[in-house]
Every structure is written in C-alpha cells, then in structure tokens.
C-alpha cells in the first residue's frame, strides 16, 4: 500500500445496510462505494491508497491529513485511525498493545475491547482472552480498569495474523453509496429546508441535481448558489451535480396580474414542480426532492400539499415532511450549510394578507385556466445550467453593487434586527428592517446617495441590487457587518 513515505492508516467499517445485501448488490455498492473515497481523497489532493477485505476498507493517509473527509463519504458507518501489526499469537498482541497504550493510560482509568472481524479459522485467538491478557499487561501503569466509564479505551480488531490498534472510533454518516439509487432533481431556495432535504436523500444513494426558480434576482441567485455547492463540494463525492436556475419573474408577474391572491402560494409551489419535472425529464431522474414539512407555513398544510402535489406525475420525496424546524436547523448546521442558509431570505414578493391554507383542486385548476402556461415551458428552455463542482461562485458576484467605504454624504441603512441595531451600528446609521425596506425603497429620496448592511451582506446586496434598477444610487457594504466594523475602528 505505501504510497505516501510517512503515511498513516484509516479504518472505514461499512454502512450496517452494506452487509445485509445479496452478493451481487454489495458487490455493485461496494464498488461505487470505493470510487466515491476516490473522489474524496482526490479532492483533498491526496492520491487514493485504498484496500479492501469482506469486513473492512483501509487508506492510507499522508502523514498530518485529516480523515475527516472519509467521514463525509456515504456508506461508511465510522473511521479509526489505526496502528496495524503483524503478530504471531498472544503475546505478540500484548507486546505490541502495551508499547502502543503505555503512556495513554497512564495515570487514568481504561478498558480493553477486542474483536475479530471476518471469518473465523481454527486457532484464532479468543477475543476475551485478548482483552484480559493485554489489560493485565497496562494495569500496573493505570489508576484502574473501569468497563463502563473508562477514560482511554483501548480497542483492537483481529483478522488472521494481522491486528489494528486505536483509540476512537469517529462516527460517519452511514446510509448508502452515493449514486446507487439513481437520480432525482431536488428544488432548493437557499434556505435551511431544501438544503437539509437533499442532503438526506444524498445520504440514501440518491444522485441529485439542483432546480432553483429564481424570484430574487442576482443576490438570490449567488446566495442559493453558495448553499447547494456546500452540498456539492462537501456531501457529494462520485458525483458532478449540475444547478439550474429558472428565471421566475415573468412568471410571478403572469400570477399577480391574472389570479386571485388568496392562492398565489400555491399556483407558485405548481409551477415550480412543473418546472422540476420538465427538468428532471431531461436530465433522465425518476423523482423530485422538495424541503415541504406539513404545517410549516400556509401552502404546506395537508390539504395544499395535496394540490401542490398534483401538478406532477412524478414521485415527490419529501424527507423533512415530519421534522420540527428546530430538527431540520440542527441538521443544517451538522452539514456545514446553516450560516449560509440563514442569511438567504426566503425571496417572494407572493405573499397575500390571507393566504389560502385549503384549497380545493378545482378552484386552482380554474386559476391556472388564466394562466399562459407556455410561459413556463419559454422559462425552463432558457434556464442557465452551473457545474456545481468546478464552479467559482465568487466570480459570479456583482462587483460593481459593492463598496468597502462609508461616503461622507451616504446615507447609511442598517438592515439587520432591531435588536442586532442596537447592540452595534454604523454611527449615524438608521435602521429599517429588511422586509419592510424591499416594500418602502421607491419611497426613498432619489437624489442621495445610499450605502446598505446587514449581517453577511446578502440581503444588503439584494436590495441594492433592486434600487440600482429603479435608478438609485445604491451599495452594499461588502463583507457585512464584521467587514463594517473594522473600518469603523480602524
């Protein structure tokens, strides 16, 4: 194996679901299982050093490379970092054991666990004989064995003449190869639910790409592009994801002019599954994956997400459809995906005073009526199509929304919580609160000149955006609020 001079050796222990296959699906999974740590290794610029038994993966890692990556790798249940010996019976393993353990239970309390994997052959060693005989050996140099509560436990795994010394045993994500159940297209917003959706059905072998109908111009664009590469560059190994963005102003404009407010909601949730399907037709995928939880808001109730879910004949997955949203945040921040996603509004000018929370289907079927559906079909065909994996986001921001520098005679808004305002801002700086700054900006005096803030700097940049198309003098404050700060003290 030895392909890195100073190399170090992982333990990966597949997915519980892998060894309860049939012989020939565990063969298939476990081939594309070793292509996807492929790619991980790959793209941390480590050259793969893999080998494989029935029981067990092991790669060698060059020396001070972390194997959290394998972590990430669906279908691995969980990875050790480990000493392997070559051994010619007991006292070997305890020779061996003590030199390695010595000093890690030194002074503290241990346990011993040993087990064999793989078949089992006359002579092996008895695994209870091993746990005995090697904490005899570390006792003296302890303050003690203590099974249940141990402060070092000492853990080895036996096959044949071979053992794996470690310490820890560092939980993955388990589930199923990435890529082994097909594809499917996942609608994302960029907020907490869609990115959390598709993560979980990433984790069940699905291969996904990426649907985002596009209702807040370039600032959404780039802040949903942000999410779904996370999702791309960190969960989605073996795989290129591609994202493809809608633009559905026209179709919101089509909606507000021709149908009655009440159901905006959910003729929008229609459309947008439309336009999933006619994508997913494309790109040969058998589902679409939405972030809906019954309840959550308005067009969610059970009773819309029953019409919702009838502008398709495609299968709708919906994995968060029972979480909590406090579950579905935990989550979101586990996947490294949460302090992007909640600075990416929730963009939708859609929202009527008494939303429609029970639909019947024939009264949205007659509001579609009104509706020039080869708008969507105009819409879908024009959509731009991103490789999320090689794709520099940062290119695709807007410089010229950005400054770096407070004008003297710029009039300063602060757009965060009242309460971010008043724990710190930019002297001189008023506060309005961003929703109501979208609904107010036409108001605003057009000869100043106007600077924004917020938290990160994507809902300044997506109001500045909007006013510099109604010809204001407009600017988001690049980098936020922590960016501002700085240049306030410097």
């Given at each position: 194996?030895?392909?890195?001079?100073?190399?170090?050796?992982?333990?990966?222990?597949?997915?519980?679901?892998?060894?309860?296959?049939?012989?020939?699906?565990?063969?298939?999974?476990?081939?594309?299982?070793?292509?996807?740590?492929?790619?991980?290794?790959?793209?941390?610029?480590?050259?793969?050093?893999?080998?494989?038994?029935?029981?067990?993966?092991?790669?060698?890692?060059?020396?001070?490379?972390?194997?959290?990556?394998?972590?990430?790798?669906?279908?691995?249940?969980?990875?050790?970092?480990?000493?392997?010996?070559?051994?010619?019976?007991?006292?070997?393993?305890?020779?061996?054991?003590?030199?390695?353990?010595?000093?890690?239970?030194?002074?503290?309390?241990?346990?011993?666990?040993?087990?064999?994997?793989?078949?089992?052959?006359?002579?092996?060693?008895?695994?209870?004989?091993?746990?005995?005989?090697?904490?005899?050996?570390?006792?003296?140099?302890?303050?003690?064995?203590?099974?249940?509560?141990?402060?070092?436990?000492?853990?080895?795994?036996?096959?044949?003449?071979?053992?794996?010394?470690?310490?820890?045993?560092?939980?993955?994500?388990?589930?199923?190869?990435?890529?082994?159940?097909?594809?499917?297209?996942?609608?994302?917003?960029?907020?907490?639910?869609?990115?959390?959706?598709?993560?979980?059905?990433?984790?069940?072998?699905?291969?996904?790409?990426?649907?985002?109908?596009?209702?807040?111009?370039?600032?959404?664009?780039?802040?949903?592009?942000?999410?779904?590469?996370?999702?791309?560059?960190?969960?989605?190994?073996?795989?290129?994801?591609?994202?493809?963005?809608?633009?559905?102003?026209?179709?919101?404009?089509?909606?507000?002019?021709?149908?009655?407010?009440r159901y905006w909601q959910i003729l929008l949730k229609r459309l947008m599954l439309r336009a999933a399907e006619r994508i997913a037709r494309r790109a040969r995928a058998a589902a679409i994956v939405t972030g809906e939880s019954v309840g959550q808001v308005s067009s969610q109730t059970l009773q819309n997400l029953?019409v919702i879910s009838q502008a398709t004949s495609d299968p709708i997955l919906r994995p968060l459809v029972g979480m909590n949203k406090e579950e579905i945040i935990g989550v979101a921040r586990r996947i490294g995906t949460f302090e992007l996603s909640k600075v990416v509004g929730e963009y939708c000018d859609l929202?009527?005073?008494?939303?429609?929370?029970?639909?019947?289907?024939?009264?949205?079927?007659?509001?579609?009526?009104?509706?020039?559906?080869?708008?969507?079909?105009?819409?879908?065909?024009?959509?731009?199509?991103?490789?999320?994996?090689?794709?520099?986001?940062?290119?695709?921001?807007?410089?010229?929304?950005?400054?770096?520098?407070?004008?003297?005679?710029?009039?300063?808004?602060d757009l965060r919580t009242k309460a971010q305002y008043d724990s710190w801002h930019h002297p001189g700086a008023l506060w309005l609160d961003f929703g109501h700054a979208m609904k107010a900006y036409p108001s605003f005096d057009r000869s100043k000149r106007y600077v924004l803030y917020c938290e990160f700097g994507?809902?300044?940049?997506?109001?500045?955006?909007?006013?510099?198309?109604?010809?204001?003098?407009?600017?988001?404050?690049?980098?936020?609020?922590?960016?501002?700060?700085?240049?306030?003290?410097?």
């Amino acid at each position: 194996m030895s392909r890195h001079p100073k190399s170090q050796l992982a333990i990966l222990r597949f997915s519980g679901e892998l060894s309860t296959k049939a012989r020939a699906t565990r063969y298939r999974f476990t081939q594309r299982l070793l292509q996807n740590l492929r790619d991980a290794l790959e793209s941390q610029g480590i050259e793969p050093g893999i080998e494989i038994s029935h029981d067990r993966i092991f790669v060698e890692l060059p020396e001070g490379a972390s194997e959290e990556v394998l972590t990430r790798v669906f279908g691995i249940q969980s990875v050790s970092r480990a000493e392997r010996c070559e051994v010619a019976g007991l006292a070997d393993i305890v020779r061996h054991g003590e030199a390695r353990f010595r000093e890690h239970v030194r002074g503290k309390r241990f346990a011993v666990r040993a087990r064999r994997v793989g078949n089992r052959r006359a002579g092996d060693l008895r695994s209870a004989d091993v746990m005995r005989e090697l904490g005899s050996a570390l006792l003296p140099l302890s303050a003690g064995v203590d099974l249940d509560n141990p402060e070092v436990t000492v853990q080895l795994e036996m096959s044949g003449n071979e053992v794996w010394f470690f310490s820890e045993r560092i939980p993955a994500q388990a589930g199923l190869p990435l890529g082994v159940e097909g594809r499917a297209v996942a609608l994302v917003s960029g907020g907490f639910d869609s990115a959390v959706a598709a993560w979980y059905l990433l984790r069940r072998g699905v291969s996904l790409d990426y649907v985002f109908c596009n209702l807040g111009g370039a600032t959404h664009h780039l802040g949903t592009l942000r999410v779904t590469k996370v999702i791309a560059d960190q969960w989605s190994y073996g795989d290129r994801p591609r994202f493809h963005t809608v633009e559905f102003g026209p179709i919101v404009e089509e909606l507000k002019t021709h149908t009655n407010p009440r159901y905006w909601q959910i003729l929008l949730k229609r459309l947008m599954l439309r336009a999933a399907e006619r994508i997913a037709r494309r790109a040969r995928a058998a589902a679409i994956v939405t972030g809906e939880s019954v309840g959550q808001v308005s067009s969610q109730t059970l009773q819309n997400l029953a019409v919702i879910s009838q502008a398709t004949s495609d299968p709708i997955l919906r994995p968060l459809v029972g979480m909590n949203k406090e579950e579905i945040i935990g989550v979101a921040r586990r996947i490294g995906t949460f302090e992007l996603s909640k600075v990416v509004g929730e963009y939708c000018d859609l929202a009527p005073r008494s939303p429609a929370t029970a639909a019947s289907l024939e009264a949205i079927l007659a509001e579609e009526s009104r509706i020039d559906l080869g708008l969507l079909d105009r819409c879908v065909d024009e959509r731009s199509v991103t490789l999320l994996r090689t794709a520099d986001i940062e290119r695709l921001a807007i410089p010229d929304l950005e400054t770096d520098r407070i004008p003297d005679d710029a009039t300063v808004i602060d757009l965060r919580t009242k309460a971010q305002y008043d724990s710190w801002h930019h002297p001189g700086a008023l506060w309005l609160d961003f929703g109501h700054a979208m609904k107010a900006y036409p108001s605003f005096d057009r000869s100043k000149r106007y600077v924004l803030y917020c938290e990160f700097g994507l809902k300044s940049a997506h109001l500045a955006e909007f006013m510099r198309k109604q010809g204001f003098d407009a600017a988001n404050f690049h980098g936020g609020t922590r960016a501002l700060k700085r240049l306030a003290t410097s």
